[in-house]
């Protein structure tokens, strides 16, 4: 999986934030799990796209940043992503890290 997610495979990279985020065969390490995840989003997962707007959205590993988590949201979205979609969808109707722009 390592050599993957070395190499840019977003699936492999995914995989080694949920590794690393519950200790699953490796040592439990909340910095390299999140390190891991924005890898995997940078590279076009969508899932993990939403995951670290997640993140930014609650300050879990990462600086609470409403924007930053609307960026994560909205790179999902345009990939197509339901759960990106209706998340941005949401923060572009209340303001959230966004204008608001209920329309």
Known sequence: MQKAADQGLPQAQASLWV???NGRG???DQQKAVDWLRK???NGDA???VCLGLEYTVGKNVPCDF???AR???LAAVAGYAP???CYGHYLLTGHGT???PI
Do not use: F, I, L, N
Request: hydrophobic share 40%; aromatic share 8%.
């Open 84 to 86: 990106g979609q209706a």
């Open 47 to 49: 899932h993990a796209q």
């Open 67 to 69: 924007a930053e988590s």
């Open 99 to 101: 204008g608001k722009d």
């Open 40 to 42: 995997a989003a940078e």
């Open 72 to 74: 994560w949201m909205r």
């Open 19 to 21: 590794a690393y985020r």
């Open 26 to 28: 490796v040592p439990k």
